[in-house]
C-alpha cells in the first residue's frame, strides 16, 4: 500500500514570487509520481509525472518537480508564478505494477497580485 | 487526445430518487475506469475501479449496492447513486485509462446535490 502526505494545505504566493509544494510518500515497492491541477469545478489535469530516467521532471507551463528516493520526496517547484496558478495542487502515486492512485490531501496555491 | 466527459455536469435531485452519471472515453478505448468522490476542499478518494466487460471493485467502505457501477464499453462506464441522500452530495469524478501502466486520464466531474 502506498500512502502521500503533502504538508501544506494552502500557499498564500504573490505573483512573480517562487513557491514550492512539498509532497513526501511511502511506499513498499517502485512507484510512479505525479502532480496533478485543478481549477474550480474542474477534474484533474495532469501536471507532470516521473516514472523514470531523469529524477526532474518538467511541465509546459514551468512547473518542475524533483524525484527524491532517498528522501521518499517529490516536491513541486515555480520560480515564478502568475495568477492563473491559482488552483488546487495533487500530488499521487501509484505502485509501479498496480494501475490505483493514491492522492495526497492537496495544496491550495492563492497567488496575490 | 485522451479526452474525458462526464455527464451531466451538475445535478440536482430529491432524496429517495437515483441518479446516473455518465463517463466516456472520447478518443481511446478505455479498459479500466475509475470513479472518485470529492467532498469540499478535501483529496479524491477512490470509490471503485472497473474493467470492461467485468463487475467493478469498490474500495473498502464504499456500498455497491448504492453505487452501482457498470462498464459495459470500452468507451462508456457509469454511475448510479441510488435512494440518494444529502449526505451523497459530493463531486463524483472519473478517471480513464488504457489499461495496466497507462495513466488516468480525468473527466470534468459531476456536482451532485441531493436535496
Known amino acids: 500500500a502506498q500512502s502521500v502526505t503533502q504538508l501544506d494545505s494552502q500557499v498564500p504566493v504573490f505573483e512573480e514570487a517562487p513557491v514550492e509544494l512539498r509532497c513526501n510518500y511511502s511506499s513498499s515497492v517502485s512507484v510512479y509520481l505525479f502532480w496533478y491541477v485543478q481549477y474550480p469545478n474542474q477534474g484533474l489535469q495532469l501536471l507532470l509525472k516521473y516514472l523514470s530516467g531523469s529524477t526532474l521532471v518538467e511541465s509546459i507551463n514551468g512547473f518542475e518537480a524533483e524525484f527524491n528516493k532517498s528522501q521518499t520526496s517529490f516536491h513541486l517547484r515555480k520560480p515564478s508564478v502568475h495568477i492563473s496558478d491559482t488552483a488546487e495542487y495533487f500530488c499521487a502515486v501509484k505502485g509501479a505494477a498496480g494501475n490505483k492512485l493514491t492522492f495526497g490531501g492537496g495544496t491550495r496555491v492563492l497567488v496575490k497580485p | 487526445g485522451a479526452v474525458v466527459s462526464q455527464h451531466p455536469s451538475r445535478v440536482i435531485c430529491k432524496s429517495g430518487t437515483s441518479v446516473k452519471i455518465e463517463c466516456r472515453s472520447l478518443?481511446?478505448?478505455?479498459?479500466?475506469m475509475f470513479w472518485y468522490r470529492q467532498f469540499p476542499k478535501q483529496s479524491l478518494m477512490l470509490m471503485a475501479t472497473s474493467n470492461e466487460g467485468s463487475k467493478a471493485t469498490y474500495e473498502q467502505g464504499v456500498e455497491k449496492d448504492k453505487f452501482l457501477i457498470n462498464h459495459a464499453s470500452l468507451t462508456l462506464s457509469t454511475l448510479t447513486v441510488t435512494s440518494a441522500h444529502p449526505e451523497d452530495s459530493s463531486f463524483y469524478i472519473c478517471?480513464?485509462?488504457?489499461?495496466?501502466?497507462?495513466?488516468?486520464?480525468f473527466g470534468p466531474g459531476t456536482r451532485l446535490t441531493v436535496t
Open positions: 478518443d481511446f478505448q478505455a479498459t479500466t
Open positions: 478517471s480513464a485509462s488504457k489499461g495496466g501502466l497507462y495513466e488516468q486520464y
